[in-house]
């Protein structure tokens, strides 16, 4: 038995239909691996915050039942009660059934990270844990992967096969556009999806002037953003000159980071830049969820979750 499917034996997940003979071996283990962290995270800590914290769209009517001492009478049929000359009541359960869109920032400044993994790394375990945990709550789940174009969509849908193939799409994609555009999927969402969703915005928000679109999809859907940042960009080491590139424009530009005014100066800029995001999503209603790099991605999502469920 290889060390993989001993630590999946371990975990006691069902590992994902997987088509390995389309995918390489170094992409079959990474999405083994997130399966397995992300599988195991969801059932042991996140499943229960994630159905207090997303209600359903409702009661829904199921059926009716002789009325019992106790019951409700305002629940009482009275059209049944007489036909039957005795009382009946209807009974309703909660329709818990929810979609979930995941929109994913797949452009070129994911393509950093200084703690051993790249923030788009952390964007598709991030995707898979909220993926993992609609999938076992019997939600829909979709994706809309984007850079300055919509890069891929993968419509709402169950199972864990569904699952495998979003965490495969993520990890593997190979975006056509290098920037970022925040206003193509949130545009795209509006478009698509008619029937209200959760809709989680991932990305590092290296972007401008799309606040016009966040309070349109907030009017509509529930929008959760998730930002995902590192700490080099908030707090430059002093190592003497270095070039600084714009991954998405190609731009460099080279600094003295042994420079204290020029140290002050990026990180006031960052610290400015991460102030604003939050006052601007904020004000329009939108609830936002921040992960470092460096940091755990479970727990930012299981407090906001908390704040979520005590929140309703």
Request: proline share 4%; net charge neutral.
């Amino acid at each position: 038995m290889s060390f993989l499917s001993k630590v999946i034996e371990g975990f006691k997940v069902t590992p994902l239909p997987v088509q390995e003979e389309d995918i390489s071996v170094e992409l079959l283990q990474k999405i083994r691996a997130i399966q397995i962290k992300t599988g195991h995270l969801v059932t042991e800590l996140m499943a229960g915050e994630y159905v207090s914290a997303f209600k359903g769209r409702g009661m829904e009517f199921n059926s009716v039942r002789e009325y019992a001492p106790g019951d409700d009478v305002r629940l009482i049929d009275w059209n049944v009660t007489a036909r039957m000359d005795q009382p009946f009541i209807k009974e309703y359960i909660e329709e818990r059934e929810l979609n979930v869109m995941l929109m994913v920032d797949v452009s070129s400044s994911g393509e950093f990270g200084s703690t051993g993994k790249f923030k788009n790394e952390i964007s598709a375990e991030v995707a898979s844990i909220l993926a993992f945990a609609a999938i076992r709550n019997n939600d829909k789940i979709g994706l809309i992967v984007f850079s300055n174009k919509i890069e891929h969509y993968i419509p709402p849908k169950k199972g864990k096969a569904h699952v495998w193939n979003i965490i495969r799409t993520i990890l593997n994609y190979q975006p056509e556009g290098r920037l970022t555009d925040l206003n193509i999927p949130l545009e795209y969402l509006l478009k698509i999806q008619k029937r209200k969703c959760i809709a989680f915005l991932i990305s590092d928000f290296q972007a401008t002037n799309y606040e016009t679109n966040v309070k349109l999809a907030r009017q509509k859907h529930d929008l959760v953003a998730i930002s995902i940042s590192d700490p080099r960009e908030k707090d430059l080491p002093k190592i003497g000159l270095i070039n600084l590139r714009d991954s998405e424009s190609g731009e460099t530009l080279l600094i003295d980071t042994d420079n204290r005014e020029m140290a002050k100066l990026l990180t006031s800029y960052e610290r400015e830049k991460r102030g604003k995001f939050k006052k601007l999503f904020r004000s329009i209603g939108v609830d936002t969820i921040e992960i470092d790099t460096d940091g755990s991605l479970v727990e930012p999502i299981i407090r906001y979750f908390k704040i979520r469920e005590k929140r309703h």
